[in-house]
């Protein structure tokens, strides 16, 4: 039942590629993300900037942005994403190494559904996945 599920979402990445494409709104209205690039500009503008602070805040805000994903470079993990689906939908099934690679979770919902959490943060139910 779960590999099935997850197949169902495989074939749906495959059918409609757009699907697993992160919500480029949401990146920009990533308010901790603007908080924290704020405070390193302001920091930068400081007459005797402390290295280890600096450090600090520019590790976070990096941190921050890798999480989320940063819109203006290529989404290298969705690429790599959809071309591999491709493999394990030709091959017939995910296999271990595809499901460990970029699924951040996987949940069974109390409807039978699975969700899967994938590396580049969208999630995908198997409910009405065809």
Same mark, same amino acid.
Do not use: H, W
């Given at each position: ?34 908080? %924290? ?8 503008? $400081? *007459?005797?900037?402390?290295?280890? !602070?600096? *450090? $600090? ?7 921050? *942005? ?10 290298? %993990? ?23 690679? %970029? ?6 919902? !109390? ?13 995908? $139910? $198997?409910?009405?996945? *065809?």
């Amino acid at each position: 039942m779960i590999f099935f599920g997850i197949n169902e979402i495989i074939r749906r990445i495959i059918a409609q590629p757009d699907c697993i494409l992160p919500d480029t709104d949401q990146k920009k209205n990533n308010l901790e993300i603007k908080r %924290y690039a704020n405070e390193v500009n302001r920091f930068f503008g $400081s *007459k005797n900037p402390s290295f280890g !602070a600096g *450090k $600090s805040l520019i590790f976070r805000l990096a941190e921050l *942005k890798f999480e989320v994903g940063n819109e203006k470079t290529p989404n290298v %993990y969705t690429d790599m994403l959809i071309a591999d689906c491709r493999r394990v939908l030709e091959e017939g099934k995910a296999d271990k190494p595809f499901l460990e690679k %970029y699924c951040q979770e996987i949940r069974v919902e !109390a409807d039978g559904a699975i969700t899967i959490k994938f590396i580049n943060g969208v999630e995908l $139910s $198997s409910k009405g996945a *065809k």
